[in-house]
T-cell receptor, first 112, second 112 residues
Framework: ETGVTQSPTHLIKTRGQQVTLRCSSQ?????VSWYQQALGQGPQFIFQ???????GRGNFPPRFSGLQFPNYSSELNVNALELDDSALYLC???????????FGPGTRLTVT | GNSVTQMEGPVTLSEEAFLTINCTYT??????LFWYVQYPGEGLQLLLK?????DKGSNKGFEATYRKETTSFHLEKGSVQVSDSAVYFC???????????FGGGTRVLVKP
């Protein structure tokens, strides 16, 4: 069974640019959630996708957007990057909510 | 919405010492409760979970009991090892939306 994978591992972007982060969910998991983890803090919920539809959103501006594909993989897009967007972006997949969410290793984004 | 209060770290222990990390939460209803662990440079790993009152989750020598009356889910381990050095996150799951709420995490450092 393959776990959650994310790409790329690290990324450096300039303020104002756009970025796309990718996530492959664990086999059989139909729900993908994205979290932002700033240095030294706990992860903050960005949004969740269930069967290709957005299924909840945290307190993030519209320049954070996403997609989920028929194979349940997902993308996180961030437009007009700001310095404060520098963080570890975590993707988590799940099937049954009570079983918990399974996280990938994350993408470390640095905005300069 | 849900919120989490965890004891602030860092918690520094000697090998084979007893570890307790306190966690209290506020939530609507009775959420499922999770502990996640984050080793340096990695994503989050699900450590243990409990889905209803008085349930005890356990894994790798760690235990936590769902205490509805005190809205707590304290993590314990009887004899820690150097390899337990990590950041530990308590997270209730909001039933509507399958969203995890994380506290700031507790850093644990175990010295030989």
């Amino acid at each position: 069974e393959t776990g959650v994978t994310q790409s790329p591992t690290h990324l450096i972007k300039t303020r104002g640019q756009q970025v796309t982060l990718r996530c492959s969910s664990q086999s059989g998991h139909n729900t993908v959630s994205w979290y932002q983890q700033a240095l030294g803090q706990g992860p903050q919920f960005i949004f969740q996708y269930y069967r290709e539809e957005e299924n909840g959103r945290g307190n993030f501006p519209p320049r954070f957007s996403g997609l989920q594909f028929p194979n349940y993989s997902s993308e996180l897009n961030v437009n007009a990057l700001e310095l404060d967007d520098s963080a570890l972006y975590l993707c988590a997949s799940s099937l049954e909510p009570s079983e918990g969410q399974y996280f990938g290793p994350g993408t470390r984004l640095t905005v300069t | 919405g849900n919120s989490v209060t965890q004891m602030e770290g860092p918690v520094t222990l000697s090998e084979e010492a007893f570890l307790t990390i306190n966690c209290t939460y506020t939530a609507t209803g009775y959420p499922s409760l999770f502990w996640y662990v984050q080793y340096p440079g990695e994503g989050l790993q699900l450590l243990l979970k409990a889905t209803k009152a008085d349930d005890k989750g356990s894994n790798k020598g760690f235990e936590a009991t769902y205490r509805k009356e005190t809205t707590s889910f304290h993590l314990e381990k009887g004899s820690v090892q150097v390899s337990d050095s990590a950041v530990y996150f308590c997270a209730p799951l909001k039933a509507a939306g399958n969203k995890l709420t994380f506290g700031g995490g507790t850093r644990v450092l175990v010295k030989p």
